[in-house]
T-cell receptor
Framework: AQSVTQLGSHVSVSEGALVLLRCNYS??????LFWYVQYPNQGLQLLLK??????LVKGINGFEAEFKKSETSFHLTKPSAHMSDAAEYFC?????????FGAGTILRVKS | DAGITQSPRYKITETGRQVTLMCHQT?????MFWYRQDLGHGLRLIYY???????DKGEVPDGYVVSRSKTENFPLTLESATRSQTSVYFC?????????????FGQGTRLTVV
């Protein structure tokens, strides 16, 4: 069965600093991996997805993630944090006709 | 309007009552899903549906019932609500089941069981 583990339930960065949100996956087959973002009182929206076409995936709002099979990781990064990036971020893996989510990481951006 | 909508957005109910959460999508997506979101657990799948009249259990199905008589609707019923079912519920839809395509989420229903 597929699963994901997000390291760190809360991450705090200063505005302009690098954002790094960690995700490790477990999958018995080549995975499809996703990052979703949830702003307060809203549903989830897709940031980016990995579908084996390229290991470095670029998403919306300047985010990107790199698929590393040897490390079973799919970490999310952004070079320079903006106040509007404050939200909760979810890593997810697909399999058996459904998405399996991690526990989420709340990103706080300090001015 | 095109999209996926959930109703109600907020609901307070008493222990033991039956309550139904509604989900409607306008894209004719084949797959629909119900998740619950709880602090520390992320989103956990309750039930999903591959097409009309086809449903299957997810990770935490106990105490919930679903139906899908029409492609566009996927209601979730709590037969006898318990306090442990206090949560935020999200409905989602996807065109394909292998999910290398995007899943679209509703705004969520915040349910409180007192």
């Amino acid at each position: 069965a597929q699963s994901v583990t997000q390291l760190g339930s809360h991450v705090s960065v200063s505005e302009g600093a690098l954002v790094l949100l960690r995700c490790n996956y477990s999958s018995s087959v080549p995975p499809y991996l996703f990052w979703y973002v949830q702003y307060p009182n809203q549903g989830l929206q897709l940031l980016l997805k990995y579908t084996s076409a390229a290991t470095l995936v670029k998403g919306i709002n300047g985010f990107e993630a790199e698929f590393k099979k040897s490390e079973t990781s799919f970490h999310l990064t952004k070079p320079s944090a903006h106040m509007s990036d404050a939200a909760e971020y979810f890593c997810a893996v697909s399999g058996e006709n459904k998405l399996v989510f991690g526990a989420g990481t709340i990103l706080r951006v300090k001015s | 309007d095109a999209g996926i909508t959930q109703s109600p957005r907020y609901k307070i109910t008493e222990t033991g009552r039956q309550v139904t959460l509604m989900c409607h999508q306008t894209w004719s997506h084949s797959y629909m899903f119900w998740y619950r979101q709880d602090l520390g657990h992320g989103l956990r799948l309750i039930y999903y549906s591959a097409a009309a009249d086809i449903t299957d259990k997810g990770e935490v199905p106990d105490g919930y019932v679903v139906s899908r008589s029409k492609t566009e609707n996927f209601p979730l019923t709590l037969e006898s609500a318990t306090r442990s079912q206090t949560s935020v519920y999200f409905c989602a839809s996807s065109e394909y089941g292998d999910l290398n395509t995007e899943a679209f989420f509703g705004q969520g229903t915040r349910l409180t069981v007192v």
